[in-house]
């Protein structure tokens, strides 16, 4: 129940924020600067001073959607050391198309025809397929 006795929808607050407790998101925005942000909401940090021998470890913080699917490709490119700088979200090619989540998991996951949420029974097989039998 919350304030008052009324009933509260939904999960209770969590000390976990997207996989990513309050400790390690602090440490994040004190030794990290904000290099950018995407269209999701995404917020994208590099380190500020690098561990002797090492290059500055990069950080994505999610925005409303906690997917890391949701990356853009330019930001997945700068996240995985591909560039030193994000690309240019501008140019998009006609074949790209927009951001869909990853359905995984979910009631509205993909299910094949046969799958046992979707019945279990699928159209017999056509052909000149004849199944294997023992001789004995």
């Not at 929808?9 to 990290?32: C, T």
């Amino acid at each position: 129940k919350g304030a008052g006795g009324a009933e509260v929808d939904g999960p209770r607050p969590s000390p976990y924020m997207g996989g990513m407790n309050f400790s390690q998101r602090l440490l994040i925005l004190r030794r990290a600067r904000e290099v950018g942000r995407d269209q999701f909401g995404n917020r994208y940090y590099e380190e500020r001073r690098a561990r002797p021998g090492h290059r500055p470890r990069r950080f994505v913080i999610y925005g409303a959607l906690e997917d890391a699917s949701a990356v853009p490709p330019e930001w997945h490119a700068w996240l995985h050391y591909v560039t030193d700088a994000p690309l240019s979200a501008e140019r998009r090619y006609p074949w790209e198309k927009p951001h869909r989540p990853n359905l995984t998991g979910t009631p509205y996951a993909y299910r094949p025809p046969g799958h046992d949420y979707r019945g279990g029974v699928r159209a017999p097989a056509t052909g000149d397929y004849e199944p294997w039998t023992p001789e004995g």
